[in-house]
């Protein structure tokens, strides 16, 4: 999975930059779904709210558009290595503009069933 | 969407209470896929890459175990924003420490969006 970390750097391009990275954009993401290596991907609003606190009773607003670490969109690749994600998000147009992407494999089994996993093998082998 | 942040929560659990935790996930999850609701979820590795800047340099993650570190997230189909918090606020991992994102998902790119407005403006 492609995360796309950016503030809203768009704003600095004038009308020809933005026209011809749009067209980048989507030539880019065109290729990558012809290939099969791209699933559905959507940008987000850059408005939003943090839920939190044990009954998530606390609503805040957030993130804050300007910070570079905002998630600004996903994408979701199918290919079979990290590496190859990585190039993927490198050919990525936006890339010259500013901001980054994160690249993250999407787990086969959710780690809270793994860690339990691993922490009844440690109390198992402590009763041994 | 649901971003779910924060992945060094877990550590402080005994094995018992992270299985309630994910048997009550699972069948949130499930709940809300039944609902039709959810269309799509998935949990995600800790291992993290950022690509960034002209030269496109790999780095490892910064964020793999923080408070801010997205663990998951669920693609939600709801007729409001104000849905997507009352469905986040039934999130199991809340009452541990995780903290979840609503984010609405834009009709179009927010690039095109921009341009448009640009256009707009130029043309008044």
């Keep these: 999975m492609l995360l796309y970390r950016t503030d809203e750097w768009y704003n600095k391009l004038s009308q020809e930059e933005l026209q011809k990275l749009i067209n980048q954009n989507k030539a880019w993401f065109e290729g990558l779904t012809a290939q099969g290596k791209a699933k559905p991907g959507r940008a987000l609003e850059r408005k939003g709210a943090i839920v939190s606190g044990v009954n998530g009773h606390i609503v805040t607003d957030g993130p804050f558009a300007e910070s570079k670490e905002a998630i600004g969109g996903y994408l979701v690749l199918d290919v079979e290595t990290i590496e190859e994600a990585i190039a993927i998000a490198q050919s990525s147009p936006g890339l010259a503009y500013g901001g980054s992407i994160e690249v993250r494999p999407v787990a086969e089994e959710c780690p809270l069933d793994v860690r339990a996993r691993e922490l009844a093998r440690e109390e198992h082998c402590v009763t041994i | ?124």
């Design chain 2, 1 to 124: 969407m649901l971003l779910f942040r924060g992945n060094d929560w877990l550590k402080s659990l005994s094995s018992e209470e992270k299985q309630k935790v994910t048997d009550q996930w699972m069948a949130w999850f499930r709940r809300l896929t039944d609902e039709g609701k959810a269309i799509a979820g998935n949990p995600l590795e800790r291992e993290s890459k950022i690509v960034s800047g002209k030269n496109r340099v790999v780095s490892d993650g910064p964020f793999a175990e923080s408070k801010e570190a997205i663990g998951g997230y669920f693609l939600l189909d709801v007729a409001s924003f104000d849905d997507a918090v009352v469905i986040a606020q039934e999130c199991p991992g809340l009452p541990y420490g995780v903290q979840v994102e609503v984010r609405p998902v834009a009709a179009e790119c927010p690039v095109a969006s921009e341009l448009k407005h640009q256009t707009q403006f130029a043309n008044a």
